[in-house]
Structures are given as structure tokens and as C-alpha cells.
């Protein structure tokens, strides 16, 4: 039985602009993040304070969470103390916080072991939750590595333990690089959905093999109701070889109304936004709706 309703995260603003090489600016972010407003978006990824050394894209986050309009749930992502600090001083009121199951990835991401990052952010979630701060917590590599390979789901299951015990509200588990099939999706996020009723469960997808969709309907098989998309399809960790765009949300609503599953998202408001933020990006737009839409 599938879900009757399900929550679209969009990332794009985040997961989606924080890979472009282009330079997009403030005026054109704010724009993009307006425009899925209006079509319907409840919760999103606005930014990442994030060092700009390592992300120049994001440099702009305090400005950017000062001037977007405050709807439904914006997250910002937060590596590290300092992040988190600089997030709640802007004003934000949910913070993810990310590491990766794999070491090496880990590594390379935030220049930490997988240990180190979850033993510095544990003081950082316990202060986060006194504060009342919504948190989410993205667990990459969840499938796949570009370092390390296969990782298992024993692995998942315990950094996605600790987190819990720590108290995050929301775990979004990712697969980074776009390499699990829906064999991998639907056993992965069975075991999760057994595991950790207690918190908001999210999947998260990119698409670089086509095969997102796939797995987003595997996991709607076990009951997932929550995931993360990016409009236009935009996307990609600056640190994961490899990896390209998330799956797309017009993609992804439009397979779901199509199953007369919710979302309360209007797919041509998505491609909208889509048309306002592609001027601004370094490479086509190719997603099916949003071809559509331009064909029309
Ligand atoms: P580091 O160099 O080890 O940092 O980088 P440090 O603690 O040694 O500090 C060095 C300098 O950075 C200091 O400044 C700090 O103040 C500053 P200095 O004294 O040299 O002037 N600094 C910061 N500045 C701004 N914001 C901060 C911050 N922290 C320290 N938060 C660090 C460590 C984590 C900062 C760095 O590695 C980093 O910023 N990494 C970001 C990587 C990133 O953004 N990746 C993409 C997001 S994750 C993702 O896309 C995956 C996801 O979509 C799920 C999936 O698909 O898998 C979520
Ligand atoms: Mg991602």
C-alpha cells in the first residue's frame, strides 16, 4: 500500500546551486526560492553556512536566510559548531546538520573521520534541541561511496542510531552519487522504517544513473513518505566525483500525482521556477516536465 500523501524537501537552492560553477547571485536565489513557494514548497533547503573557501557558491547564507519569506519549514545546513552558530544568529529555526557512513567521503567533505564529525556534533545537536531548533540530520553514502565502495546497512543503521539517541527530529538518508537500485532502496529503507519510527524518515536521491524515480517508488513501497528533490533537477556534492543532480521535483510530483499520491505541489509553478533559475546555471535543463513544459 502506498502513501496517500507525501512531503516534498526541496534542496535545489542548496543541494542544487552549491555544485554550479557559475557565480548565480543573491537576487536570482531569492527569486528561485520565492517561485517554489509559490508552487507549493512547505520545506527546503535554503543554504549551507558552510567555510566559502570550500563552497564559494554558499558564501551568502546569512543574507540569504535574512531575506527569504519565512514558509513552513527552511533548513539550513550546518557542518560544525561554527556553522551552527552563524545559522541561528541569521535566524534560522531548523538546521541540518551532514556526515558521511563513509570515512573516506567523510573526509574529503568536511575533513573529518566519520567518528570525529559525530563526537563534535553531538555537544552542537544537544545545544540545537535546548534551543528549541528543529534538526535534520543527512546521512551521505548511504548506499555507495566514490572512495569506499558498497557500504553496508549495518553501518547506516548504527550512525543513523547515534544520531537519534542524540535526538535529531529527521534523518535523510542519502544516496550521494546516485548508484543504489530499487532492490537496495526498498531493503534499506525497510529495515529504517522498522527501526526509527520515532523520527521524520526522508529519502534522498540523485539521480547521475537514471535511476532515482525507481527508487523513490521502491521506497513509497515501504511506507517512505518524505523526500528529498532539487527543481530542474540541479545538484550535486562539490566533493563526491561523480556524483550530478538530485532527482527533479517536477519529476517527482508528477510520478506521484500520476499515482494520485498528494503533495500540494503544482508541477507547472515548479517548472516556472525551474525557468527562472536556468538562465542563471552553466548547463541545459533537460528533466521530462520540464521539456514538456517548454514544448508546449
Ligand atoms: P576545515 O578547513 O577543516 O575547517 O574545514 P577548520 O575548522 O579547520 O577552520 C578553518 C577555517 O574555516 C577557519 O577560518 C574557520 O573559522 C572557518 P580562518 O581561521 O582560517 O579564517 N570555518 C567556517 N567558516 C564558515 N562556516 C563554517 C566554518 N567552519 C570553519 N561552518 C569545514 C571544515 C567543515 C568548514 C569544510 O570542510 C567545509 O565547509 N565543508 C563543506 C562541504 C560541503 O558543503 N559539502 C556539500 C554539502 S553535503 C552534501 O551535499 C550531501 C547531501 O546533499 C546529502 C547527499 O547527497 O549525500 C547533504
Ligand atoms: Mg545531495
Aim: hydrophobic share 40%; net charge negative.
Amino acid at each position: 500500500i502506498l502513501p496517500k500523501n507525501v512531503t516534498i524537501i526541496e534542496v535545489g537552492p542548496r543541494d542544487g546551486l552549491q555544485n554550479e560553477k557559475n557565480h548565480v547571485d543573491e537576487k536570482a536565489k531569492l527569486e528561485f526560492i520565492r517561485s517554489l513557494q509559490t508552487a507549493g514548497i512547505k520545506e527546503m533547503e535554503l543554504t549551507s553556512f558552510v567555510s566559502p573557501k570550500w563552497v564559494p557558491q554558499m558564501a551568502d547564507a546569512k543574507n540569504i536566510v535574512e531575506k527569504a519569506e519565512k514558509i513552513g519549514r527552511q533548513i539550513v545546513l550546518a557542518p560544525n559548531e561554527k556553522g551552527a552558530d552563524l545559522a541561528i544568529e541569521a535566524g534560522a529555526e531548523s538546521i541540518a546538520v551532514f556526515v558521511g557512513v563513509s570515512n573516506t567521503f567523510n573526509k574529503k567533505n568536511i575533513n573529518r573521520s566519520t567518528v570525529e564529525s559525530m563526537d563534535a556534533l553531538e555537544p552542537v545537536i544537544a545545544k540545537l534541541k535546548n534551543d528549541g531548533i528543529f534538526v535534520r540530520a543527512c546521512i551521505s553514502t548511504a548506499f555507495y561511496c566514490p572512495y569506499e565502495g558498497k557500504i553496508e546497512k549495518e553501518e547506516v543503521i548504527d550512525l543513523c542510531n547515534r544520531f537519534v539517541s542524540m535526538g535529531v527530529d529527521e534523518l535523510s538518508v542519502a544516496d550521494t552519487i546516485g548508484m543504489a537500485n530499487p532492490v537496495e532502496s526498498y531493503e534499506l529503507f525497510k529495515l529504517l522504517k522498522e527501526r526509527f519510527s520515532e523520527v521524520l524518515l526522508t529519502a534522498h536521491f540523485h539521480d547521475t544513473r537514471k535511476m532515482a524515480i525507481a527508487n523513490i517508488f521502491a521506497a513509497l513501497q515501504v511506507g517512505i513518505d518524505r523526500f528529498d528533490t532539487s527543481a530542474g533537477g540541479l545538484g550535486g556534492c562539490p566533493f563526491a566525483p561523480g556524483a550530478t543532480g538530485n532527482v527533479a521535483t517536477e519529476d517527482v510530483v508528477h510520478m506521484l500525482a500520476s499515482l494520485g499520491i498528494e503533495t500540494g505541489i503544482d508541477v507547472e509553478k515548479i517548472c516556472e521556477a525551474v525557468g527562472m533559475i536556468a538562465p542563471h546555471v552553466s548547463h541545459p535543463i533537460e528533466t521530462g516536465m520540464y521539456k514538456l513544459y517548454n514544448n508546449r
